[in-house]
T-cell receptor, first 116, second 111 residues
Framework: GAGVSQSPRYKVAKRGQDVALRCDPI?????LFWYQQALGQGPEFLTY????????KSGLPSDRFFAERPEGSVSTLKIQRTQQEDSAVYLC??????????????FGSGTQLSVL | DQQVKQNSPSLSVQEGRISILNCDYT??????FLWYKKYPAEGPTFLIS?????DKNEDGRFTVFLNKSAKHLSLHIVPSQPGDSAVYFC??????????FGTGTRLTIIP
């Protein structure tokens, strides 16, 4: 398919465990975003990449959260020592041009993380 | 602080009637506004957008209205169809690299 792909679809982690969430953006898309969506809330910005450069990580809630996109395509969001408050759907989105500007984002189906 | 508010968590509309979803935002100099639609277990999908230099944009059954003085955005769907049942998110680009989303409105179309 030509859409944004995220894996795993579901992840259950024990509190304190490290997790890694993967995002495959649409081929050729320059911009990649990670959003966190808690139950009953809208998506909240975590971090933004333009190619391999992480230009904004102001939304990462703590230093337990780390994201990378080393070759400017696939991205990984890593959460260390997971806590129950990390339980949410993690959405990845990409767009063809730098930044959001007037360009719509294409979202993946998300990874639903449950921390027990 | 840049905020986007959708004050109605849910809305039910008869099939064939008009659905009106509302959104309010805080002040900013450069704004671009988008509506996304989300089905369960899927990511949001883009629906329609409008820039701050316009007050209306229409695409088929969907029309977005922008009232800049009131800092208010609305989405009109007419006629409403059962497939329109979903959660609708208003999103604003406040001039930086990211979108700020509202909390969403769950629209249910009653056959």
């Amino acid at each position: 398919g030509a859409g944004v792909s995220q894996s795993p679809r579901y992840k259950v982690a024990k509190r304190g465990q490290d997790v890694a969430l993967r995002c495959d953006p649409i081929s050729g898309h320059v911009s990649l975003f990670w959003y966190q969506q808690a139950l009953g809330q809208g998506p909240e910005f975590l971090t933004y990449f333009q190619n391999e450069a992480q230009l904004d990580k102001s939304g990462l809630p703590s230093d337990r959260f780390f994201a990378e996109r080393p070759e400017g395509s696939v991205s990984t969001l890593k959460i260390q020592r997971t806590q129950q408050e990390d339980s949410a759907v993690y959405l990845c989105a990409s767009s063809l041009v730098p930044g959001t500007g007037n360009e719509k984002l294409f979202f993946g189906s998300g990874t639903q993380l449950s921390v027990l | 602080d840049q905020q986007v508010k959708q004050n109605s968590p849910s809305l039910s509309v008869q099939e064939g009637r008009i659905s009106i979803l509302n959104c309010d935002y805080t002040n900013s100099m450069f704004d671009y506004f988008l509506w996304y639609k989300k089905y369960p277990a899927e990511g949001p999908t883009f629906l329609i957008s409008i820039s701050s230099i316009k007050d209306k944009n229409e695409d088929g059954r969907f029309t977005v209205f922008l009232n800049k003085s009131a800092k208010h955005l609305s989405l009109h769907i007419v006629p409403s169809q059962p497939g329109d049942s979903a959660v609708y998110f208003c999103a604003v680009n406040f001039g930086n690299e990211k979108l700020t989303f509202g909390t969403g409105t769950r629209l249910t179309i009653i056959p």
